[in-house]
């Protein structure tokens, strides 16, 4: 085969993996029916919607008013108070494109914010295919590690949620790109160019998310890397001080409201986002927030390391980037091998690779909290890294065979993802209709807390295009648990109450009861509860279930023991159940306060 044809062939599997890519994205964007059952995607729509009515309102303002006016504008996400941690970048370019388009409305802009987040997504695919290019320099194995982003899980499930982690993962791949581009340049120019480029995409990359600033150890190490091959100290100095220009430059256009303004050469940082910053800080670190008690009932590093491998980027994704990464470190220290695997060259080509992966990587398993979509920018990485594996058994006949395998099993475990996504009804959706359809007028269900979805949720109903509301009409009244609520004798006659009030309990989730009874010496009254509807003496008795499974085809596998973030939004389980005649007020509450004195003894003992 000639050259020409090899590079068309390449050409042509890049696209095809390319569409595929696209089409699993775009398949699954309507997941949840657009019920906007992501809360960090809920809190940016309502941060879009305010924006979009304050630009409706703001007809004859100069856009270079709007645009640097931080505090007053409508277009700032933390404008009137509102607390914002994310970057500003996804906000802006999504309220210029909808308000471009004339979008409005919740499903509308679920649509538009999904639909744009995972089209970016999937050309994140075309620079892991850029970069396994550029330092595998293996044709096969470029589309190898292409094809492992396209179907990895991770990737999957967060290309169809309307958050900034996937815009973070394409300027981190991009930008990447830039920097091994720059690294291996020979031309002073060109160097120029991607030092430019570099620089851009690391400002997009810290105005998607704060952590975007793991990308800037990947650009000195590019600058080292041309240091070390030219020796010419004036020419890498003119490349850094471009790059800085232009990252300050383009941060100050693309995150105008990171600083405090209005003057474009206000460079002081924001006020507002520096206070959303420490508070969410210290949010992080609090025992008394409820979404922290997960990762104090024992999850750390070494199971959200477990959680990534085995879920998050699927058994042959990982072990495909262990035997990478082995065979990197082997060659890089015997000095042996051929292609892009060996050599002391290959090593200092990767370095801004290894870095910026290690760094995502280090964020997510060891930081508050150890969260796998904090790991998503490493994943690009990654995948060059399994891309190298699959180099070392592409040249014999059986090692094709064996690369096929794996591909072939990375597929069977994205596979999961995207028919979770777009072929299976989400099972708060699925147990909303059910409520909707064995429960008559004037129901109430009783709820575990406000930080979990409550049952059923708005639906349509005889093919009508609006939603029908719990609310309308007298259908269903709710009362909350408050569960979350600190353990006093109050608690227990608040749970008694409300359940005394209820016909129906819903348990949308497993957000509460995991991590708490994790965690029996804090919370030895819900634990209470929590037997005592497990073993029938509440007389609440389970009338619906479903598990928490991650549908492999063929072989659905339950995957409850993931952390919570990985399942609450989009395949959460679900049980209701439906109070019988045994029901007592008095003894619910005595046996709640028997509990919460034994643990008051014990605690008094143990002093």
């Known amino acids: 085969m000639t050259a020409a044809a090899s590079r068309w062939y390449l050409a042509l599997g890049c696209l095809m993996v390319f569409v595929l890519a696209l089409w699993l994205r775009l398949a699954g964007s309507g997941w949840d029916d657009w019920a906007g059952l992501h809360p960090d995607e809920r809190h940016l729509i309502f941060a879009l919607s305010d924006a979009l009515a304050g630009l409706a309102q703001a007809q004859g303002t100069g856009w270079g008013e709007l645009w640097f006016a931080t505090g007053l504008s409508p277009l700032d996400p933390r404008g009137g108070g509102r607390f914002y941690v994310y970057g500003g970048l996804p906000h802006l370019t999504m309220t210029l494109l909808a308000h471009a388009r004339a979008v409005v409305g919740w499903e509308g802009l679920l649509a538009l914010t999904r639909n744009t987040t995972a089209i970016i997504d999937a050309y994140t695919c075309l620079a892991v295919f850029m970069l396994a290019m550029l330092l595998l320099r293996h044709g096969a194995a470029a589309l190898a590690a292409c094809f492992f982003y396209a179907v990895a899980p991770l990737a999957l499930q967060h290309a169809n949620f309307f958050t900034v982690d996937p815009w973070l993962t394409a300027a981190v791949a991009w930008g990447l790109v830039a920097a091994v581009l720059l690294a291996a340049e020979t031309r002073p120019r060109r160097a120029l160019l991607w030092a430019a480029l570099a620089g851009a995409l690391a400002a997009v990359a810290l105005a998607c998310k704060l952590p975007g600033a793991l990308l800037c150890p990947g650009l000195v190490a590019a600058a080292y890397v041309r240091l070390r091959r030219h020796r010419s100290k004036g020419r890498l100095a003119v490349e850094l001080a471009l790059s800085v220009v232009v990252f300050l430059v383009t941060l100050r256009l693309v995150a105008p409201f990171s600083f405090a303004g209005p003057g474009l050469l206000d460079l002081r940082p924001s006020p507002a986002m520096i206070g959303a910053y420490l508070e969410a800080a210290r949010v ?299 029901f007592a007020r008095a003894q619910v509450e005595a046996r709640l306060l028997a509990a919460l004195d034994t643990n008051a003894a014990s605690r008094g003992e143990a002093q």
């Open 284 to 582: 992080a670190g609090s025992p008394e927030f409820p979404p922290n008690w997960q990762w104090m009932a024992g999850y750390g590093p070494l199971q959200a390391l477990r959680d990534m491998a085995l879920m998050a980027l699927g058994p042959a994704l990982a072990a495909a980037a262990g035997v990478g990464v082995a065979t990197g470190i082997g060659a890089a220290v015997t000095q042996r091998g051929r292609g892009a695997q060996c050599g002391r060259n290959a090593w200092r080509r990767a370095t801004p690779l290894i870095l910026v992966t290690t760094g995502f990587c280090a964020y997510g398993l060891f930081g508050r909290p150890p969260m796998l979509r904090y790991m998503l920018p490493a994943v690009p990485g990654l995948c060059v890294v399994a891309g190298a594996a699959m180099a070392g058994l592409w040249d014999s006949w059986r090692g094709r065979g064996v690369v096929l395998a794996v591909l072939g099993c990375a597929l069977f475990w994205g596979a999961g993802m995207a028919r979770l996504h777009s072929a299976l009804p989400n099972s708060r959706i699925a147990a909303s209709y059910w409520l909707w359809a064995n429960t008559g007028p004037g129901v109430v269900i009783a709820h575990e807390s406000s930080w979990d979805e409550s049952l059923p949720l708005p639906v349509r109903l005889d093919d009508r295009p609006e939603r029908i509301w719990p609310e309308q009409g007298g259908r269903f009244a709710f009362v909350n648990l408050g569960l979350e609520a600190p353990e006093t004798p109050a608690k227990a006659a608040r749970i008694a109450e409300a359940l005394d009030r209820a016909d129906l309990l819903v348990i949308s989730s497993e957000r509460l009861r995991r991590p708490m009874l994790a965690l029996p010496g804090r919370f030895a009254m819900t634990g209470a509860y929590y037997a005592l509807l497990a073993d029938g003496r509440l007389c609440f008795a389970p009338v619906y279930r479903s598990r928490s499974v991650y549908p492999l085809p063929g072989l659905p596998l339950a995957d409850g023991w993931v952390q919570e973030p990985w399942s609450v939004y989009d395949h959460p389980a679900v049980e209701i159940y439906r109070k019988t005649g045994c």
